[in-house]
């Protein structure tokens, strides 16, 4: 048992040192669950890479493939017809330079609340934010927290109704959707962007006292990437698809879905299930399809090659739902060992009578661990989601709450230095981890587990 531990502990701490050493995660995952297997002994290897690895993969690219596919055209889609640059350009422009920070974390804000990748929008932004913060003579080195604070924080995982992945994963466990719990939602998404932005605006105060300015910084690719003299649509056009994909997930999931006849999904065929744990899923794919249909409509003379539009998309979901389910498989092995009932009871054990607390904690580790907020919550979901669901109803604790917690957690320990997405923004801003990685951690990381740990608290009085 002891070797078996001291396998899940080395294999995890491989994962993050080669995975920051951008080492792919597709690699990396099945040979170090392997490894663990291999240190456990008597644990089959060919079998636990088969039937437990490949399976727990492969169930997670059929449960979440169309949230990837539809995430990743829609928003190439915005991206490429102009209306993800027009709708931060028209929030800059209306607030000015002497509030670029907010501009930023509003434009980003905007963009992936409708549902638009988070590395789209740090493409679409960065060009526009980095002439701001030239314009105001903000250093440059808090370009990407501005960034990250507004679209790796309050739109991922707090404001109700985001069709982010990370909101999405809990549904088929605790039976909800994405509006779950929409008060304390909502006011953790106001922690994060009150703090974060105040917290920046220091920053640049501080800056500004010491006589630092925006700098002088190579041009980056991303740089050169959009023309400026692009045909965009105006702003009411463009930001349309946006609060449609919020509109109509809330329609069809309060008004459409909860009247029609859905017997028929207790049958084998439809894998004996209810309305309730598909609800959630059905209304993200189809309000993501009406909206994309709706972009295009609008925006068809704009677009240069609406066909690779789309076809750049579809095959831009891949990498990051064959990544993510890769880590899936790689918990399920760990999962799937002896000793993992130590790891197991030991989350368990942090909060034995509060199962919000101890969830939260687990999804956290595990977030942090594999640098995958979507990896992380899966991990712990599908290996100890049932008993959390089954503690939490036994308390009589709202499967919302927990639903809630549950996403809040992910976006917590998830933007540490080895984060995929994290070393993606730095790279696109053309920043290194020395210059600007203490003010992500503060934005992405620190203000969000404030804002989740006042949930906890909130929702064990209420």
């Not at 605790?174 to 509006?179: A, E, H, Q, S, Y």
């Not at 463009?238 to 509109?247: N, R």
Request: glycine share 10%; hydrophobic share 60%.
């Amino acid at each position: 048992m002891r070797m078996g531990l001291f396998g899940i502990v080395l294999s995890l701490v491989l994962l993050i040192v080669l995975a920051y050493r951008e080492i792919n995660v597709l690699v990396l995952s099945p040979l170090l669950a392997l490894l663990a297997v291999a240190m456990a002994g008597g644990v089959p290897l060919l079998a636990s890479y088969t039937q437990v690895f490949m399976t727990a993969l492969g169930d997670y690219v059929i449960l979440y493939f169309p949230l990837f596919l539809l995430g990743a055209i829609f928003g190439k889609v915005m991206a490429d017809s102009g209306a993800a640059r027009s709708i931060a350009e028209w929030i800059i422009a209306r607030l000015g330079a002497e509030r670029a920070i907010l501009a930023v974390v509003l434009s980003c804000g905007v963009i992936t609340y409708g549902g638009v990748s988070l590395f789209v929008v740090a493409f679409a932004v960065y060009p526009i934010a980095s002439a701001l913060f030239r314009r105001a003579d903000i250093p440059k080195r808090l370009l990407p927290a501005t960034i990250a604070l507004g679209a790796f924080t309050f739109t991922m995982s707090a404001f109700p109704g985001t069709p982010a992945i990370q909101n999405a994963i809990p549904m088929p466990f605790f039976g909800t959707n994405v509006f779950a719990a929409p008060v304390l939602g909502t006011l953790a998404g106001l922690i994060m962007l009150a703090g974060g932005t105040l917290w920046l605006n220091r920053r640049a105060a501080t800056a500004a006292s010491r006589g630092e300015g925006y700098g002088t910084h190579p041009a980056t690719g991303a740089d050169a990437s959009l023309p400026e003299n692009a045909d965009l649509p105006p702003f009411a056009l463009a930001v349309l698809p946006v609060v449609a994909v919020i509109v109509l997930n809330a329609v069809l999931t309060w008004l459409v879905f909860p009247r029609l006849a859905t017997d028929y999904l207790a049958l084998p065929e439809y894998g004996q299930t209810t309305l309730s744990a598909v609800a959630g899923l059905w209304a993200i794919i189809v309000s993501l399809v009406l909206s994309i249909c709706l972009a295009i409509a609008l925006n068809w003379r704009r677009f240069a090659d609406l066909r690779h539009s789309v076809n750049e998309g579809t095959m831009g979901s891949l990498q990051p739902i064959l990544n993510t389910a890769s880590v899936v498989g790689y918990g399920a092995v760990i999962a799937s060992l002896p000793a993992f009932l130590m790891v197991r009871d030991a989350v368990l054990g942090f909060f034995p009578d509060n199962p919000v607390a101890s969830l939260a904690v687990a999804v956290m580790v595990l977030s942090g661990i594999t640098g995958s907020a979507s990896g992380g919550m899966s991990i712990a979901l599908n290996t100890l989601g049932a008993e959390f669901a089954a503690m939490g109803q036994a308390q009589g604790i709202s499967m919302e709450l927990m639903h809630r917690v549950t996403a809040l957690a992910s976006g917590g320990f998830d933007a540490l230095p080895h984060n995929g997405a994290v070393i993606t923004l730095l790279a696109i801003t053309g920043m290194t981890h020395r210059k600007s990685y203490a003010d992500i951690f503060v934005v992405a990381v620190a203000i969000p587990v404030v804002a989740l740990v006042t949930v906890i608290v909130l929702g064990s009085l209420f």
